[in-house]
């Protein structure tokens, strides 16, 4: 099971939350799409998520919509540019940070959800 999955169509932010949240010791899984990140969730697990909201394939508030409906408590962060943050429906999010996030908020915010994290309340087969 991975600590966190990260989904965004930015490859220079997938890196860095790859290499950021790494170095605090997490095992970190990155994907440029929900399409592509969602087998991983449903076969290996995650115990947070951390997801873009504007993306070409489908945009993070449908998957966050229906991550929710599967898995009910896990933590669903999202990472979005602070216009969006004001109209965002924050229902089927946990967390919503604006980019660019400062990475000490980043990393405080994923080490509380991963602190608190149970076997229920995770994406696990």
Do not use: W
């Not at 997490?26 to 909201?53: C, H, K, M, N």
């Not at 004001?86 to 089927?92: I, K, V």
């Amino acid at each position: 099971m991975h600590d966190v999955i990260a989904v965004d169509d930015s490859f220079e932010v997938r890196e860095l939350l790859k290499v950021a949240l790494g170095m605090q010791g997490f095992d970190v899984a990155v994907f440029p799409s929900p399409i592509q990140a969602l087998p991983e969730i449903e076969t290996t697990g995650t115990r947070v998520l951390i997801t873009d909201i504007n993306m070409p394939e489908m945009n993070g508030v449908k998957f966050a919509h229906d991550l929710r409906e599967k898995y009910p408590n896990l933590p669903i962060i999202a990472l979005t540019a602070s216009l969006e943050l004001r109209s965002l429906d924050r229902h089927d999010f946990t967390a919503a940070l604006s980019k660019p996030c400062p990475l000490p908020e980043l990393i405080r915010v994923v080490s509380g959800y991963i602190a608190q994290a149970s076997p229920a309340a995770v994406a696990q087969v």
